[in-house]
């Protein structure tokens, strides 16, 4: 074999290589589904959100925004659905945007019109949800390695563990924090409105990406001060808006519905010092941003503390809440010229601290953040465990 077509098969893989990790990865997390025994088709055996989402589809192919007014249990009163699963969620409110729709409605067509035991549409949920998961994981791990950071390989396997036990578990934030990275990587091409509808997808798919807001509005500034008008793409521009808008009305309507005990938030603060630690931590982590990486960072870092603060009265243990941590790094890597290269490696390597502390004083997760795909084989996730009947 000649030394050029070995240098090019070499170069080959080399371009390859991640695309074939992340093949790897879905080839073995769909073996390890597969050999899993759970009656919901999630690697714990409890969690059912993927479950519900299908559901809500259907309630609003039926009810339309009556499934934002009400309460799931009355919204789905005579809404008949093959995977059915109003009795977990009977109390609570459909706390999602109208992209979440979207993202279930194969799943939901495909349950509704093909025979298949709960168990195993569960699984069929949970593998596109990991479908899903992988696609962001190559966006992250791309945008690392095209910023030459240098912990890419190590921010790289965290993220990548992260996503993959949140879709191990069926929750769909892996698809907003996918659109982050993609957010980041349009604007570092300084294709801005490309990074515009992309934060505007996060937004349309998840209330959560909210923490994306400082990276638009850079990114619109940015198509401000360094492009004509007449070179705009006004169909993405148009696009984003539209998702914005219905992101935000989805929301408002829901709001006005979902009756929340006044003064939970300065309660926890009278009678607890988590909240004060999240506002010090917050002060900390943006002064590094706002040295090391710039102002979008550091307003990153701040929204996504006040989004958690907020959080933090009814959301502790959902340690999958803790994503919205990672807003900082596509803040940061959007742009090649916010600050020095030494000083963005400083502030990467910062961030992964921010996120540990969030889902310490937070979150609260005990089974090991981003290492709790791990914990999810060991004793305290057992594969065999009987279902927990108050989930």
């Not at 093949?23 to 919901?40: D, G, I, K, Y």
């Not at 879709?167 to 515009?196: L, N, P, Q």
């Not at 994306?212 to 492009?227: E, Q």
């Not at 959007?334 to 889902?359: D, Q, T, W």
Request: hydrophobic share 55%; glycine share 6%; net charge positive.
């Amino acid at each position: 074999m000649s030394g050029s077509l070995l240098a090019r098969r070499a170069r080959w893989l080399r371009e390859n290589l991640l695309v074939f990790i992340v093949l790897s990865s879905w080839l073995a997390s769909v073996a390890l589904l597969v050999a899993q025994r759970s009656p919901f088709g999630d690697l714990s055996g409890w969690y059912s959100d993927h479950l519900r989402h299908s559901y809500a589809v259907w309630i609003f192919l039926r009810r339309g925004i009556e499934i934002y007014a009400l309460p799931f249990g009355q919204a789905a009163l005579g809404v008949p659905f093959r995977h059915a699963v109003p009795e977990l969620y009977s109390n609570e409110y459909f706390l999602y945007p109208p992209g979440s729709f979207l993202i279930f409605l194969p799943l939901s067509l495909l349950g509704q019109w093909l025979p298949m035991t709960k168990g195993t549409f569960g699984l069929v949920g949970i593998l596109w949800i990991l479908t899903l998961a992988h696609a962001s994981i190559y966006a992250w791990c791309k945008l690392f390695q095209e910023a030459r950071i240098g912990a890419a390989s190590v921010l790289s396997a965290f993220v990548g563990l992260f996503l993959l036990r949140v879709a191990f578990s069926g929750f769909y934030d892996v698809v907003w924090v996918g659109a982050a990275a993609m957010a980041a990587r349009a604007s570092r091409e300084k294709r801005y409105e490309t990074a515009i509808l992309w934060c505007a997808v996060g937004a349309f798919v998840h209330f959560r990406a909210v923490v994306l807001a400082p990276l638009a509005l850079a990114c619109l500034w940015a198509l401000i001060r360094d492009t004509s008008w007449a070179e705009w793409r006004l169909k993405k521009l148009s696009l984003a808006l539209l998702f914005g808008i219905l992101s935000l009305a989805s929301f408002v309507y829901m709001t006005h519905f979902r009756v929340r005990p006044a003064g939970a938030l300065a309660k926890l603060f009278h009678n607890e010092y988590g909240p004060m630690l999240v506002v010090v931590l917050a002060a900390i982590f943006a002064t590094v941003a706002l040295r090391f990486s710039g102002i979008v960072s550091a307003a990153t870092v701040v929204l996504v503390s006040a989004v958690a603060l907020v959080e933090m009265p009814d959301f502790r243990g959902a340690w999958w809440h803790g994503c919205i941590a990672v807003a900082p790094w596509a803040a940061a890597l959007a742009s090649r010229h916010s600050r020095s290269f030494k000083g963005m490696n400083r502030f990467v390597e910062a961030n992964l601290l921010f996120v540990l502390c969030l889902e310490t004083l937070v979150y609260r997760d005990r089974h090991g953040g981003a290492l709790g795909v791990g914990a999810q084989f060991a004793s305290d996730y057992r594969l065999d465990r009987p279902h927990r009947p108050d989930r």
